[in-house]
């Protein structure tokens, strides 16, 4: 990897780790108050002094995270000499202990799967990130249950471009549903209802079913309305498993 792409990748992470506590200019008041709530029912200052390991797909995963500073690692379960390592400073993949040399282009995209993983694991946490950019949509209805609607966008880093909606039950703020639409790969969009919700020392983690739109006319935001009339396509479910979370004192 020559020396340009390297400054440029350290660029892109470093924009991502400034996330936390700057609330950007852009997100509107109400959005900010919903997911402000959502983040607290979910674990609250937990996310911030906690190691969290879970199993996704086969590859372990761990969490490590002191106030701003955080290690994301997700290990090989094909081959569990390799391990890729995203900190708030770089993204770096080893077997054993020595480096794996990787283009720009291959760095980028192994970074945006793990954070990719991490991030569906902990949200509503990254939702407070600077990057995020919050609008409210107004309250609806979802299988008769009444839910406030946010989308949000990332105005930088690994998940510029990308666009996310997600519904808060109104009276016990969890986080019950998610669509997303990553523009910038052409995955189109998806959305997930959240299933098997449990806490591990005080974190709520939950699982997700996968839904698919059967034609591709209509927009993130129309998701809920189609899964109220059942006309998305039921898929995959998306598991985490062995979920072990250890606090970590001041």
């Excluded at 959502?38 to 995963?61: T, W």
């Excluded at 998610?178 to 449990?198: C, I, K």
């Excluded at 005080?202 to 699982?207: K, L, M, S, T, W």
């Amino acid at each position: 990897m020559n020396m340009k792409s390297t400054l440029w990748i350290a660029m892109v992470f470093a924009i991502v780790a400034c996330g936390g506590n700057k609330t950007p200019k852009e997100s509107d008041d109400k959005a900010q108050q919903v997911v402000k709530e959502a983040i607290v029912k979910h674990g609250g200052i937990r996310f911030l002094k906690s190691i969290v390991r879970f199993e996704f797909k086969g590859d372990q995963y761990k969490i490590t995270r002191r106030s701003s500073a955080y290690a994301y690692e997700r290990t090989s379960g094909a081959d569990p000499t390799l391990r890729d390592v995203l900190t708030d400073t770089r993204f770096r993949r080893a077997r054993f202990q020595d480096a794996v040399e990787m283009s720009a282009q291959d760095s980028l995209a192994a970074a945006k799967s793990l954070l990719s993983v991490v991030q569906f694991a902990q949200f509503p946490y990254f939702l407070n990130d600077w990057q995020a950019i919050k609008q409210y949509l107004g309250e609806t209805t979802i299988k008769s249950e009444p839910y406030h609607k946010v989308k949000v966008t990332f105005s930088e880093g690994l998940n510029a471009g990308d666009t996310y909606v997600f519904w808060f039950h109104r009276n016990n703020q969890t986080l019950d549903y998610l669509a997303f639409d990553f523009e910038v790969d052409g995955s189109g969009a998806r959305f997930r209802a959240a299933t098997n919700p449990r806490e591990v020392e005080g974190i709520r983690f939950a699982d997700y079913v996968n839904y698919k739109l059967k034609t591709k006319k209509f927009k993130v935001e129309e998701l809920d309305e189609l899964f109220n009339k059942d006309e998305l396509e039921r898929g995959t479910t998306v598991e985490l498993q062995n979920i072990q979370v250890d606090l970590i004192a001041n």
